[in-house]
């Protein structure tokens, strides 16, 4: 059973950084690629990227472009989440997820995900 925990979550003033980490076990990492969600309170979940299986590309929504970066390490069956500039509208909890099949083609779209985390709170003050 694949268990997922998110950590690194914290308060953080409008325009500074945070890097949530998401630690992966019950499974072999490697082969999976991995991805990011958003929730802002009375919001629906939203798609922030995805890393590729191999770690050789990733993919990131227009929204957080140019501020976020995803990033794995599969020796430490690990996924990142750097986020520059951050600001209000980035507050959120933030959940890793991963999908059932390896090596997927569509590793850049949403509904390829469907194992959750417990989710990290990040919040920006403005």
């Known amino acids: 059973q694949v268990q997922l925990v998110e950590s690194g979550g914290g308060l953080v003033q409008a325009g500074g950084s945070l890097r949530l980490s998401c630690a992966a076990s019950g499974r072999t990492f490697s082969g999976y690629s991995m991805a990011w969600f958003r929730q802002a309170l009375g919001k629906e979940r939203e798609f922030v990227g995805a890393?590729?299986?191999?770690?050789?590309?990733?993919y990131t929504v227009p929204s957080v472009k140019g501020r976020f970066t995803i990033s794995r390490d599969n020796a430490k069956n690990t996924v990142y989440l750097q986020m520059n500039g951050l600001n209000s509208e980035d507050t959120a909890v933030y959940y890793c997820a991963a999908p059932l099949a390896r090596h997927s083609n569509t590793w850049f779209r949403a509904d390829d995900y469907t194992l959750w985390g417990q989710g990290t709170q990040v919040t920006v003050s403005s």
């Open positions: 890393v590729r299986w191999s770690a050789d590309s990733t």
